[in-house]
């Protein structure tokens, strides 16, 4: 999910120049596969290499798929239960944990609607539905997004550790690492932090935004973004692969991050996959890069799949139990 604020929104309207969306959305679309050509091709990917790759020779472990996908459920709730958490803490009130992992699962819907308002509007609707103020529950997003980045990077850096090994700028990767941890723990740099964090996102700094929650907030992010890292390592080791936890989990992450700061990419799409082509082509065996490009492309498919089936059964409920109330 991408925060935009309510100028961002504006961009999307209706009354928009049809002529500049179409021209715009051109433009991302180059961008993109041109990034993420160049990416891919430097990890050694080629059009004959993908042409006679073939995954029946995958060893499939069907019982590490399905943990993977059961991982990576738990991490979608997890993570709506810390907008749940950030909403109360802005002042939108007391929402129990599933219920706001349903309301933000059920939102998450909106990803997959042209527009990026769709996502955030629809929460904030959602959430009014239940006695949550809609501004609170949509800064809230905004907040979990910007923990979930921060969350991400600090498992990412792991895997840049391991591929700048003899490079000068190694040294970027603790500081950096340092500069994140120190968001969560000092609470004068979480509200630095946060007030640049709603500046580009276009929108305004709740009044309630406590840096005391920091810490609090980071550590979910954190725990859920261990999640997803050990169900996408779970993933490559049920197609066969005898591949190390640190390098492949955190390589996921860090492709998520790269993929989430280049904008014109709607979800991170191709730009994610090539960074993940390119940091796990040397450890998926001597055709690593072509296979790396399967997984990638897997990996996609994995996680759309059980996002859109989680957030779908819980639409379903939702309707459900309207109609009950209606008729009650």
């Known amino acids: 999910m991408r925060v935009c604020g309510a100028n961002a929104w504006a961009a999307q309207a209706p009354g928009a120049s049809d002529l500049k969306r179409w021209l715009l959305l051109a433009a991302q679309l180059a961008a993109t596969i041109l990034v993420t050509w160049f990416v891919v091709d430097r990890a050694g990917v080629s059009l004959d290499g993908l042409r ?39 002042g939108g009130g007391a929402t129990p944990w599933f219920a706001a992992a349903r309301l933000f699962m059920i939102a998450n819907l909106g990803r997959y609607i042209p527009g990026k308002v769709w996502q955030i ?4 609707a959602l959430a009014t539905q239940r006695g949550i103020p809609g501004p609170k529950a949509a800064a809230a997003a905004i907040v979990g997004q910007g923990v979930a980045i921060v969350a991400a990077s600090t498992i990412g850096a792991g895997r ?17 690492l340092v500069a994140l941890i120190l968001i969560g ?8 932090t946060s007030r640049l964090w709603f500046r580009v996102a276009r929108s305004e700094v709740p009044a309630e935004l406590d840096s005391r929650h920091g ?17 996408f390592w779970l993933l490559v080791r049920g197609l066969g692969y005898d591949v190390a936890l640190l390098d492949t989990a955190s390589s996921f ?56 089936v989680l957030a779908a059964a819980f639409w379903a409920k939702h309707v459900a139990d309207g109609q009950r109330e209606a008729a009650g």
């Open 52 to 90: 006679d790759f073939d995954v029946a020779g995958w060893t499939l472990r069907p019982g590490l798929l399905l943990l993977s996908c059961a991982l990576l459920a738990a991490g979608y709730l997890v993570t709506g239960a810390l907008w749940g958490r950030i909403t109360r803490d802005l």
């Open 121 to 124: 509007a629809g929460l904030a």
């Open 160 to 176: 840049l550790w391991t591929y700048a090994d003899g490079a000068g700028w190694r040294w970027l990767v603790p500081v950096v």
């Open 185 to 192: 723990l000092v609470p004068a740099v979480f509200s630095a």
């Open 215 to 231: 810490a609090e907030w980071l550590g979910i992010g954190l725990a859920s973004w261990l999640v997803y890292a050990g169900a």
């Open 253 to 308: 992450a860090a492709a998520y991050v790269l993929g989430y700061l280049f904008i014109p990419a709607p979800a991170g799409l191709g730009i994610r996959e090539g960074a993940l082509v390119f940091f796990l082509a040397g450890s998926l065996g001597p055709n690593g890069a072509v296979a790396a490009s399967a997984v990638a492309a897997l990996a996609r498919l994995w996680t759309t799949a059980v996002e859109v």
